[in-house]
């Protein structure tokens, strides 16, 4: 079986595209799929290759994890059983905010500012029940491949440096190299990476008051807004970016974010960098605790990901719905 993945200039070639640093009408097979694309035949049985004991790792957390959820206009879902009779039991979630929890964001979720949705989707079509970039294109045809869990939390620890998540630090892309190096692993094109920091595991099992603290100031560990990060995705061919962190990158913005001027809205964050222009599926909030563990029991950093997330036609995001075998 021959790799469908595409041949693509390197990041540097990207920034003299429209808009600058995008891969927009470069995948021309399933273009609304993104960089998911990178993960084809070949990598799904790269991934199989992987699974040689029959264990699996859920990575996401309960739907109800995050109450209230780090996102302010997100809640918590409500759940309540219905009974038509006495013999039968049906569900109904109340406010369901897909990405509330272990999420993936979709190509909808973020526009290029002054540019429109991801290859020039325009905006009309963003809308309830149109199809356009919804999330539903990765679950008619899942994510799934080679994962590789990088471990930040174990590295930083290990360098006597440890992550203080009270503080929320700002983490350098090079960090995804040294962690990579330590382990004695590396990205392949098409790999899904996972980046395990101990946040989300931080956050849950902190009490009331101190995720109250964390939450109103809107204070979160995650990688440093800089050039370099879209440069590391797309220069390693990564299908998909998923953390254990809020929003993949730190909150609040840094001071000297280089999208400042680009990203006005969101105070100068990546997610148009990432999402709108490069296509890259994004997983935040992930459970990467129990496959983290492992990794370091076995020295094991690789596995079978797969990523299907709601058939939502039109959805902006999801959750994860991921699992790993190995």
């Not at 990041?11 to 891969?23: E, T």
């Not at 590391?232 to 998923?242: G, M, Y």
């Not at 997610?271 to 129990?290: D, F, R, Y």
Request: charged share 25%; aromatic share 8%; proline share 8%.
């Amino acid at each position: 079986m021959t790799a469908t993945r595409p041949t693509v200039p390197p990041y540097s070639a990207l920034r003299d595209h429209v808009p600058p640093g995008s891969s927009w009408g470069l995948f021309t097979e399933d273009p609304e799929r993104g960089m998911a694309n990178f993960a084809g035949p070949t990598e799904v049985l790269a991934g199989v290759a992987t699974v040689d004991r029959g264990a699996a790792f859920d990575l996401d957390h309960p739907l109800d994890a995050f109450d209230p959820p780090m996102a302010r206009a997100r809640r918590a879902p409500r759940h309540e059983l219905l009974s038509s009779h006495s013999e039968s039991r049906d569900d109904v979630l109340h406010g369901f905010y897909p990405q509330a929890g272990s999420q993936v964001d979709g190509l909808r979720h973020r526009r290029a500012s002054g540019y429109g949705f991801y290859n020039g989707v325009p905006d009309e079509e963003i809308r309830v029940g149109g199809p356009a970039l919804g999330v539903q294109r990765w679950a008619e045809k899942p994510i799934v491949g080679r994962g590789v869990l990088i471990d930040v939390e174990g590295l930083l620890a290990a360098e006597g440096t440890p992550l203080d998540h009270r503080a929320g630090p700002a983490l350098e892309v090079d960090v995804l190299d040294r962690a990579l190096a330590a382990q004695g692993e590396s990205v392949r094109p098409g790999d899904l990476v996972l980046v395990h920091t101990g946040w989300t595991r931080w956050f849950l099992d902190a009490d009331a008051d101190l995720r109250a603290e964390v939450r109103d100031a809107r204070r979160a560990t995650g990688f440093r807004q800089d050039t370099r990060f879209p440069e590391w995705l797309w220069d390693h061919r990564v299908a998909l970016f998923a953390t254990d962190l809020f929003a993949v990158e730190v909150l609040p913005v840094v001071a000297d974010s280089p999208f400042l001027h680009s990203a006005p809205e969101d105070a100068g964050m990546m997610h148009q960098e990432l999402i709108a222009k490069l296509g890259a599926p994004l997983g935040e909030l992930w459970n990467l605790t129990a496959l983290a563990a492992d990794s370091r029991a076995t020295g094991r950093w690789d596995a079978l990901v797969v990523v299907k997330p709601l058939h939502l036609t039109g959805g902006v995001g999801s959750p994860a719905n991921a699992t790993a075998l190995r």
